[in-house]
Nanobody
Framework: EVQLQASGGGLVQAGGSLRLSCAAS????????IGWFRQVPGKARLGISC????????YYDQSVKGRFTISRDNAKDTVNLQMNSLKPEDTAVYYC??????????????????WGQGTQVTVSS
């Protein structure tokens, strides 16, 4: 059974850091592209970062570029999202997804087959 388990969320002050993890079971993380998305109440789930299955290329939305770093640990079948310089507007539920998305538009959830359960990130001002 394919599963994704997202973890690492929490409450942090603005300027702080968090590290999210997405643990895969039932497949290896290099078999699919893995993306991180976030969603606030009443708004669509939007992608912020992705790591490609083909060559490990990384992609970032402009809103997080330079602050967030995605990485893949094949030995642990985990994809991590290191989030630095957090801002209150980063507050959201964060989800990881696995699939074959359109890498030219990482904000789009189209192409993801599997999703983790979400982890809450709250950044206080």
């Amino acid at each position: 059974e394919v599963q994704l388990q997202a973890s690492g969320g929490g409450l942090v002050q603005a300027g702080g850091s968090l590290r999210l993890s997405c643990a895969a079971s039932g497949f290896t993380v290099d078999h699919y592209s893995i993306g991180w998305f976030r969603q606030v109440p009443g708004k669509a789930r939007l992608g912020i970062s992705c790591i490609s299955t083909t060559d490990g290329s990384t992609y970032y939305d402009q809103s997080v570029k330079g602050r967030f770093t995605i990485s893949r640990d094949n030995a642990k079948d985990t994809v991590n999202l290191q989030m630095n310089s957090l801002k209150p507007e980063d507050t959201a539920v964060y989800y990881c997804g696995a699939g074959r998305p359109i890498l030219s538009n990482i904000r789009n959830p189209l192409g993801y087959y599997y999703w983790g359960q979400g982890t809450q990130v709250t950044v206080s001002s």
